[in-house]
């Protein structure tokens, strides 16, 4: 199902924050938010019709640029969420990248609510993490349990090799080494120079010309 499908079926604390990016931008379900008295912090859509309200100062040397109290302008955005909203900018300088979000928190300073969607981030990298590193093709089971269970699995392999990596002192990365070992389960060469002296096909070096149909 869709990600925002998912707010549906969740019972949302009071006094807890729920950091989400823009997939899950909908009034409705984030007035649901605010009135079981959870906080939201979301990446703001340049679409959203709003009026500023009143501003506060932030202090720029920080990467705030604004902190505003805005309205919904739009007549069913408003009325999905009638009472008012934070409105917060960002830059960022590793990124080089500036940032806006929507909060219905107004007691946390500025810098708090940008920090918390840092670590959301943070969140993020870590699931593409695994999906890069763990090389989970396809789950046996959709069940809490399963999931988990094959995750966990899988992330001990990983660590097997890492391990093996250090105490074997190979210097290929580790994606290489998963690569060579998938393919080569039932070698009975020792692991380190099976390791060390295969060498991997690199497609960038091949003839191009083995794509063409003719060549003249």
């Known amino acids: 199902m869709h990600d925002i499908n998912l707010l549906d079926s969740l019972e949302f604390e009071a006094g807890a924050f729920y950091l989400m990016d823009r997939g899950y931008f909908d009034f409705k379900r984030l007035w649901i938010i605010n009135q079981a008295g959870g906080y939201f912090v979301i990446r ?19 990467g705030l640029r604004c902190d505003q109290t805005i309205k919904l302008k739009h007549f069913y955005s408003k009325k999905r969420y009638p009472e008012k909203l934070r409105r917060i900018k960002y830059y960022d300088q590793v990124s080089d990248r500036q940032y806006i979000y929507l ?11 940008a920090e918390l969607y840092k670590q959301r981030w943070q969140i993020e990298l870590f699931f593409k993490w695994i999906k890069q590193h763990l090389r989970i093709q396809v789950f046996w089971g959709y069940g ?3 999931v988990k269970t094959q995750i966990c699995v899988a992330l001990c392999a990983f660590l097997l090799v890492a391990i093996m990596k250090k105490k074997l002192n190979i210097k290929r990365n580790l994606y290489e080494i998963l690569q060579i070992l998938s393919v080569s389960q039932l070698e ?5 120079p099976m390791l060390s002296e295969i060498e991997l096909q690199n497609f960038d070096e091949q003839d191009k010309k083995q794509l063409m149909l ?3």
């Open 44 to 62: 703001f859509k340049a679409s959203v019709s709003w009026r500023r309200l009143y501003s506060r100062k932030v202090e720029k040397n920080t």
């Open 103 to 113: 909060t219905n928190n107004f007691d946390v300073p500025a810098i708090t609510v």
């Open 144 to 146: 809490l349990n399963a």
């Open 188 to 192: 009975k060469t020792p692991i380190k």
């Open 214 to 216: 003719f060549d003249f």
